[in-house]
């Protein structure tokens, strides 16, 4: 506290005495995150006194609200968080800067990352951003109900999924499930109308993605989203694709072993985890914190279950710092979005814990974080570090059309109004038809 | 002997018939109360829980640790440290930054609407010219146009202006008139009598004396009415005033309260700092209902018997 006072002061009067200085302005979403990069900030300032930042955070519908507006009205901040769902469109309506002749002149190194993260922000031979996180996917469990239902943390660690039955990933879920007489979703007496307590909750989130969702099933029965990154063919028709959707509606339609649909929108998100009502939920790495210390209850992390190919796969998604190509202080803006990318700011946030760094040995500051609460995260990384382990976010240009065309079809399904075989050529066909 | 008045009175009593309806009314006045009361109540009981036992706790009526932390991260009182501590977000809203914004946001538009929009009323009920009534008819097809469709254009012109990031910018679409405010105040000088103003005009009296010293002190009960309206709308205005204020030193209260919502998309907002933020903000239109809202009665049932 007494170092942030000093720091804070230290800012203060270098901003009052540099005469020709420069203020920045970088958005952010997270809350969580700003008091990390806020540090940044005042260390940036410390090495470059001619240029402050200012850090402003809008919540994530906002957020891309405010930067659309901004674009319009010439009053978007100079350098922002990017995300791979957004950036397509923003790049295709050229309101970012290409910072490839940038790096080529300072000698910026773009292999210092994990593999394939800085690959994700190019299109065309042009650079959009450079990597400052990166993030997968496992299941968070309620250690404290988990013990009560007679099982260890390894119980979870090599569990197996697959369409068909659900595998020991199905088998564990409806154990942790009880109905108000307190028989499991095992027992034949299981009164799948009256759940006091669901072994597993999915937050649905429809969308085209499914990232925290659906993607780590479907990628393990061989399906991929689309042919590639910026991908013009989509593969929602695949049977492949369809079975696993349906059996994720079927874990609440026909088993009950997960709350339905109306149940989720109407508690929000994962609101039913944080109420201590169902055992796991499938989440990502960004929520390592929030997760762990903020619940009254003690948080465990596990590997995803293996999937009919024998392999855990998660989705690997990364976010940069982009600059405003009407941003009045280029090279200031650089500056910053370098050392944003930089080992000497991502050591600053990953010892802090709140994300996980792009860069590998920040990262492990992030996970030593975690491991001195208590905590221990290494599950993510694991994931990133594994061989195949990982497939890249489907990126896509009218990311916006795809996910709306995606997000009706599905909660069709999950309503049980439709079955997904039926609905999803449809809707695959409507997808494509967007690229023509 | 001194106690007998007294038992006679108890005795009377009950020989009145029993007053059911007036009972029934109460229990139903009750309920209504109870039911519109509920929401504010929860705000105010999420405000007090802390955030690590809000979702286990949703069920209950009253938390089982109360806690000021809320107010306390929402008022800055706090360090950052302890507000993440508490279970909070690494944001802070500049509250009383906002709440000036806000004032002056609010208090701008209500005295320019109300003033504005009772000129043009009056005009429209008394003053004689070319057109007025189509004029005013023009006014009526104003209102069915949804605001949505105007914001793109005044944004566009706002920007043009200048003005992102001011106070000007804020309040120019509302601070002129509503055709809402005018219409309103139109019917009510059309009922108003028209012997005293006949009588001020023969005295010497021109249009602007007449609308300032007699219609005007007639008309203080809709005045306040719709002064109140519009304070209510606009203290809680949150679209407008978020397109035009970029900058954080130009947030008004719904605005820099979004900072508790959203985060992440699969994160939660932070509920209660949101909710104990929310009751803050609220406290101000609170009061003004508390003083003024007789004024609001008294003039709808004048209105009223009209």
């Not at chain 1, 007494?2 to 200085?21: E, G, H, N, P, V």
């Not at chain 1, 762990?292 to 998660?314: E, H, M, N, Q, W």
């Not at chain 1, 240009?397 to 009706?408: G, K, L, Y």
């Amino acid at each position: 506290m007494k170092k942030l006072l000093t720091l804070t002061a230290a800012l203060c009067t270098l901003s009052s005495t540099a005469s020709a200085a420069t203020t920045l302005q970088y958005w952010l979403w997270d809350a969580n995150q700003q008091p990390a990069y806020q540090q940044c900030a005042v260390n940036f300032t410390k090495k470059n006194p001619d240029i402050t930042v200012k850090i402003t955070q809008k919540g994530w519908n906002d957020y891309w609200t405010g930067l659309t507006t901004g674009f319009v009205s010439g009053t978007a901040p100079d350098v922002f968080t990017n995300h791979l769902a957004y950036f397509p469109e923003f790049a295709r309506n050229n309101q970012l800067v290409d910072i490839n002749p940038l790096i080529k002149r300072d000698k910026v190194a773009t292999n210092i990352y994990y593999p394939g993260l800085a690959q994700l922000w190019t299109k065309d031979g042009k650079r959009y951003g450079l990597p400052k996180d990166f993030d997968t996917v496992a299941i968070f469990y309620n250690a404290d109900l988990l013990a009560k239902a007679g099982l260890k943390p390894a119980d979870l660690a090599n569990l197996t999924w697959n369409p068909k039955d659900g595998g020991t990933w199905q088998r564990t879920i409806a154990r942790l499930t009880l109905d108000k007489q307190g028989n499991n979703g095992l027992s034949p007496k299981f009164n799948k109308k009256q759940v006091a307590q669901y072994g597993y909750m999915t937050p649905y989130g429809a969308g085209f993605n499914g990232q925290t969702e659906w993607a780590f099933y479907t990628a393990t029965t061989g399906w991929k989203h689309n042919n590639g990154l910026f991908g013009t063919k989509y593969n929602y028709d695949d049977p492949r694709f369809a079975q696993t959707i349906q059996w994720l509606a079927d874990l609440n339609l026909k088993h009950g072993l997960i709350p339905s649909f109306q149940e989720v929108q109407a508690s929000g998100g994962d609101s039913l985890f944080r109420a201590g009502k169902a055992v796991m939920v499938t989440n990502g790495s960004w929520m390592i914190s929030d997760y762990t210390s903020k619940l009254p209850f003690k948080v465990g992390i596990a590997p995803l279950p293996k999937g009919p190919d024998g392999t855990r796969k998660s989705m690997f998604n990364g976010l940069a710092d982009s600059i405003w190509v009407g941003s009045k202080n280029q090279d200031a803006a650089w500056k910053w979005v370098k050392y944003l990318a930089s080992a000497e700011c991502q050591n600053v946030v990953g010892r802090t814990g709140v994300v996980l760094p792009a860069i590998p040995s920040a990262t492990n500051l992030a996970v030593a974080a975690h491991k001195a609460r208590g905590v221990d995260s290494s599950v993510f990384v694991n994931q990133a570090k594994a061989k195949g382990g990982t497939f890249l976010f489907p990126i896509t240009d009218a990311a916006a059309q795809v996910n709306d065309i995606m997000t009706s079809t599905m909660q069709k399904v999950f309503l049980g109004q439709a079955k997904a075989a039926d609905v999803l050529g449809d809707a695959n066909a409507k997808v494509n038809a967007l690229f023509k | 002997m001194t106690t007998v008045p007294t038992t006679q009175t108890a005795h009377h009593r009950p020989r009145k018939p029993f007053p059911l309806g007036r009972l029934l009314a109460y229990l139903a006045l009750t309920l209504v109360i109870l039911i519109s009361l509920f929401p504010i109540w929860i705000v105010l009981k999420t405000a007090l829980t802390g955030s690590r036992s809000l979702f286990t706790e949703a069920a209950s009526l009253w938390p089982s640790e109360p806690t000021l932390i809320n107010f306390k991260r929402v008022l800055g009182l706090v360090s950052l440290e302890e507000a993440q501590a508490a279970g909070g977000s690494g944001s802070a809203v500049n509250f009383l930054a906002a709440m000036k914004n806000s004032v002056i946001f609010t208090g701008l538009i209500v005295l320019g609407q109300t003033f504005f929009s009772a000129m043009a009323a009056y005009a429209f009920a008394r003053l004689k010219f070319p057109g007025r009534d189509a004029i005013f008819t023009l006014f009526l097809v104003a209102m069915m146009i949804p605001g949505i469709v105007l914001f793109i254009p005044n944004f566009i012109t706002i920007k043009n202006l200048g003005w992102l990031n001011t106070i000007p910018g804020m309040v120019a679409p509302f601070i002129l008139m509503t055709p809402f405010a005018v219409f309103f105040l139109r019917q009510f000088f059309l009922s108003l009598p028209r012997e005293t103003e006949e009588a001020a005009f023969l005295d010497g009296a021109g249009p602007f004396t007449i609308f300032w010293r007699i219609t005007l002190p007639m008309s203080q009960g809709p005045l306040a009415t719709l002064a109140i309206l519009t304070a209510i709308g606009m203290w809680n205005e949150f679209f407008w005033p978020f397109l035009i204020a970029k900058d954080e030193a130009s947030f008004t209260l719904p605005v820099a309260l979004q900072v508790f919502k959203s985060q992440t998309p699969q994160g939660v907002p932070d509920w209660t700092g949101l909710m104990a933020g929310t009751f803050v903000a609220a406290i101000p239109v609170f009061l003004l209902l508390v003083f003024l809202g007789r004024r609001v009665v008294e003039s709808l049932a004048f209105s009223g018997t009209k």
